[in-house]
């Protein structure tokens, strides 16, 4: 099972747009800046989570990206599958054909384990992160850092 950078970036920018959603609309360059993530990459994020109705765009001055259903209506799962990350612990991905076309002995424990993961991050929501004291005390830090942050990385892998 791999939770790929882009699954864990685009949850993290989904938090970001969450934790300040009542600044209105929040632009990339904003969640770029206090996450260390280029541009360009939540560019290609967003462009998927907006084909998964879970942000809309702003156009114009004041513009930005803003969340589509609230931060209550929006589970960690949603953001994952969004950007097509696999939460599938099996080799066969499922299909069952892990040794020689056949399931393997342990096929259905990394089954078990896939299922438990979607349920697991299907319970938790936007709103449920934003109302933990310690994820508020990390953005509050990222806040106060502004401008100083450093150049926002460029992840190893691109999204086609």
């Known amino acids: 099972m791999r939770l790929t950078t882009k699954g864990r ?12 959603e009542s600044q209105g609309p929040i632009t990339l360059a904003d969640i770029s800046q206090r996450q260390g993530v280029s ?11 907006r084909r998964n109705q879970l942000v809309e765009s702003v156009r114009g001055p004041g513009g930005g990206y803003r969340l589509s ?9 949603q953001i994952v599958e969004a950007v097509n990350d696999s939460m599938d612990a ?4 499922g299909k069952g054909d892990c ?3 056949d399931v393997c002995l342990t096929h259905h424990l990394w089954s078990d384990l896939s299922d438990r993961l979607r349920e697991f991050l299907d319970d938790i929501s936007l709103a449920e992160l ?10 509050d830090r990222q806040d106060q850092l502004g401008c100083s942050r450093s150049v926002p990385i460029e992840p190893l892998e691109r999204i086609i």
């Open 9 to 20: 970036y685009a949850v993290t920018a989904m938090l970001d747009l969450a934790l300040h």
């Open 69 to 77: 259903g609230g931060a209550a209506n929006i589970s960690v799962a």
């Open 39 to 49: 541009i360009s990459y939540l560019e290609q994020l967003f462009a998927k989570l």
């Open 99 to 101: 040794q020689s076309g």
């Open 90 to 93: 099996t080799r066969c991905r």
């Open 130 to 139: 934003v109302a933990r004291k310690e994820i508020r005390r990390v953005s």
